[in-house]
């Protein structure tokens, strides 16, 4: 973790471009959103249907949230594989939801980081649908967090499903992101690292067998709370869990005040 904390801070502040005047960038970031400000509004069609990802939150969450619950229940390999996967993926939920949580720690510890559309010398025209985010830090991307977290848990219990998965937030969740200029690339790095960390705790076997313990012993004595705060769980996580972050950002600032 202090590696990844040290790697985080590099990707933050990195080499900054004095010619953008443009403070907190690194190099590989102006250069990737100055090539995508250059396409930006010029297929517009093709710009809609990339919005039209960026915004529609059951075409993030949910198809990653579907095959998560395909990849516990499938029924494939031997019955050992299966309930190792299952505990896996189990505990990885709750380090996803960490790991977001971390993530808008540093969101508001760091010096806030505008957007490539909101940086004006990369000219990015604003396309029609997208969230102003006002006052939201663009690093590390939560999406890129969550998201890469889920996918690693997935893939801990179904291999094939896994990779559909990587390669679904790679390419519909991050890409829209990166190519629209609502996140610069390692603002997308630095979330799917934090991802790939939090979801790799589930290897560890005590913390594995400990959040399947509760798991089971929840949905045993209490079987409808259960049920109930499992689609609440995953309403949340199809949302991002946009409430309880806004309120938790909301406290933080009132706070610091």
């Known amino acids: 973790m202090v590696f990844l904390a040290c790697a985080l801070l590099m990707l933050r ?15 590989v970031d102006l250069a990737f959103e100055e090539q995508m400000s250059r396409f930006n509004i010029r297929w517009p ?3 809609g249907v990339l919005a039209f990802f960026a915004e529609h939150d059951l075409l993030k969450g949910g198809p990653i949230v579907f095959l998560a619950w395909v990849a516990f229940f499938e029924d494939r390999r031997g019955q050992a ?7 896996k993926l189990a505990a990885v939920v709750p380090m996803a939801i960490a790991a977001v949580g971390v993530g808008r720690l540093l969101a508001d510890l760091f010096p806030l980081r505008a957007r490539p559309f ?5 000219q990015f025209r604003m396309v029609s649908g997208l969230p102003g985010l006002y006052g939201w830090s663009s690093f590390p991307s939560d999406h890129a967090i969550l998201f890469t977290a889920l996918a690693v848990g ?3 219990a179904s291999r094939r499903l896994g990779i559909f998965a990587l390669t679904y937030t790679v390419l519909l969740i991050d890409g829209p992101r990166l190519l629209l200029g609502i996140h610069w690339p390692t603002d ?3 979330g799917a690292a934090l991802g790939v960390a939090f979801a790799s705790v589930a290897s560890f076997a005590t913390y594995r067998d400990f959040v399947w313990s509760w ?3 929840w949905r045993k004595s209490y079987p409808g709370i259960f049920a109930a705060s499992m689609f609440l769980l995953c309403y949340e996580i199809t949302d991002l869990f946009t409430t309880p972050l806004t309120l938790a950002h909301l406290l933080l600032q009132h706070f610091r005040r």
């Not at 502040?13 to 190099?27: D, M, V």
């Not at 594989?81 to 505990?87: F, L, P, S, T, V």
């Open 215 to 217: 798991v089971e012993r």
């Open 118 to 122: 909101r940086t004006p010398p990369l």
């Open 188 to 190: 997308i790095l630095a």
């Open 45 to 47: 069609r093709f710009d």
């Open 154 to 156: 997935i893939f801990f």
């Open 81 to 87: 594989g299966i309930g190792e996967g299952r505990r």
């Open 13 to 27: 502040f990195g080499i900054p471009e004095s010619a953008l005047h443009t403070a907190g960038h690194n190099r």
